[in-house]
């Protein structure tokens, strides 16, 4: 039985595209990082405001 049927070259595209995923996660987590920051102790408020908005949403109150 032949295990190797992946090529190189899509072994490689595969291990381009988890690299990428993981840099744009790096990204998007440092800006999170930096919103989060700024917004300091406005972040619980914000939290509620989100979940009471997607519960309008939900019951088609909005």
């Known amino acids: 039985?032949?295990?190797a049927k992946l090529d190189v070259d899509a072994l490689l595209k595969i291990v381009l595209v988890l690299i990428v995923v993981w840099l744009v996660l790096e990204i998007v987590g440092?800006?999170?990082?930096?919103l989060g920051w700024l917004l300091g102790p406005l972040q619980p408020i914000l939290?509620?405001?989100l979940v009471v908005l997607i519960v309008l949403w939900l019951l088609d109150r909005l």
């Open 1 to 3: 039985m032949d295990r």
């Open 30 to 34: 440092g800006i999170l990082g930096l």
């Open 47 to 49: 939290g509620v405001v």
